[in-house]
Nanobody, 118 residues
């Protein structure tokens, strides 16, 4: 089993920055890639960014966040980050951490709210 705990969400003004963290515990050796998703009210959950945990290679950024968001991981701290810069009101959503094991179902965190508003 793997547990994911997100933190770092909050209220920020347009143009501001936030860094989300996802702390991973449990059978972390089974995880080969991790991602951040987001879900705005009334909309489907969408992939934001994805990273391979062993190499740190980033494999995906959504078109709407390219150049503004950066996903990274710290193996020693068992933590994945999402640095979000130049935030826009349309970035407002609940952000979820996701972990894919080499076999079996994906794991999800409980989500953290990000609100971009003046």
């Amino acid at each position: 089993q793997v547990q994911l705990v997100e933190s770092g969400g909050g209220l920020v003004q347009p143009g501001g920055s936030l860094r989300l963290s996802c702390a991973i515990s449990g059978s972390t050796s089974s995880i080969y890639r991790m991602a951040w998703y987001r879900q705005a009210p009334g909309k489907q959950r969408k992939l934001v960014a994805r990273i391979l945990t062993t190499t740190g290679v980033t494999t995906y950024y959504g078109d709407s966040v390219k150049g503004r968001f950066t996903i990274s991981r710290d193996i020693a701290k068992n933590t994945v980050y999402l640095q979000m810069n130049s935030l826009k009101p349309e970035d407002t959503a609940v952000y979820y951490c996701n972990a894919d094991p080499e076999s079996g179902s994906a794991y999800w965190g409980q989500g953290t709210q990000v609100t971009v508003s003046s």
